[in-house]
């Protein structure tokens, strides 16, 4: 039976960097974004009900999704984030469980990195669950930096997630991503030591 790590947390936490590190470490890690994305792709599951559902001003020129249009609907409206999450969530996690189950035929221990492990309920798949937290301040900071929005537009995204305060209460771990780097690896290493010694 393989051992399966849940790692979760907020937008512009940090979950990219701790998953980068964990592949130099040798332990194999699912990409909730990435199966994601393989079914947005044009003919995928995700993109033939988002087409059906918000008609084609979601669409680029040359037919593919446009993320910022879509997010800029979910994100916006409640009632669509609410349906986004029940349609999208549904495909997500039967594409995540297959996943999941042919990494577990080949591996003892591997992670999944799903930003929306805590809400959508993931966590009865894993042995624990990490979280990458960092301060509201240095979670608005690092957004607006990576993804070159607005104060606002940034807030936005940030208030359409469950809190990362309500998050540790579900975490078996809490990274601290407020520091450098050098820190985090730190953490990490540690986490991983404990983890094999079981």
Same mark, same amino acid.
Request: net charge negative.
């Given at each position: ?97 297959? !996943?999941?189950? $042919?990494? %577990? @035929? #080949?591996?003892? &221990? ?43 537009? !940034?807030?936005? $995204?940030? %208030? @359409? #997630?469950?809190? &990362? ?34």
């Amino acid at each position: 039976m393989a051992r399966i790590i849940g790692l979760t947390g907020g937008i512009a936490s940090g979950k990219s960097t701790v998953t980068s590190y964990l592949k130099e470490k040798g332990y194999p890690v699912i990409d909730a974004d990435r199966v994601v994305h393989d079914l947005q792709v044009s003919g995928g599951a995700l993109y033939r009900v988002l087409v059906d559902h918000f008609g084609k001003g979601i669409l680029t020129e040359n037919g593919e999704l446009d993320r910022v249009a879509l997010g800029q609907r979910i994100f916006s409206n409640p009632s669509e984030r609410d349906w986004s999450n029940h349609v999208q969530g549904q495909l997500i996690r039967e594409a995540l469980a297959d !996943a999941r189950d $042919r990494q %577990a @035929a #080949q591996s003892g &221990l591997f992670f999944m990195d799903i930003p929306l492990l805590i809400e959508q309920h993931y966590e009865g798949w894993f042995e624990a669950v990490w979280l990458v937290a960092v301060s509201k301040e240095t979670q608005l900071k690092r957004l607006m930096e990576r993804n070159h929005l607005s104060e606002l537009q !940034a807030k936005e $995204r940030i %208030a @359409a #997630q469950m809190p &990362l305060d309500e998050k540790r209460a579900h975490a078996d771990l809490v990274l601290d991503n407020n520091g450098d780097l050098t820190a985090l690896y730190a953490q990490l290493d540690v986490a991983l030591k404990q983890l094999e010694r079981r």
